[in-house]
């Protein structure tokens, strides 16, 4: 048997799919900036999330909110090994 569909990755998304992701929320105590960067962090391809980033500064979130042992979210994501473009995205938008 064959699929009928192929699966398609990295196709371009709008700006209300990128926007989508402002929504999300923790379930813990964990900071709404974090929770919020991270699921954009891992869903969004680099070019969305450059996007995401613009709408994330307008809402008025804090892009160097830092989480429970004193870290923003751009110290965690330089830790990846493969997250280059992301941490200059991150640099671009005024994370330090």
Known sequence: MRKDKQKVIGEPMSDE????????RPYADESVEQHI??????????????RFLTMFKAEGYDINATDAEGRTFLDTVRQHARAEEYVAALEAAGAR
């Open 17 to 24: 799919q990128v926007a989508a992701f402002l929504a999300a």
């Open 37 to 50: 960067l991270t699921r954009a962090y891992r869903g969004l391809r680099i070019e969305d999330f450059e």
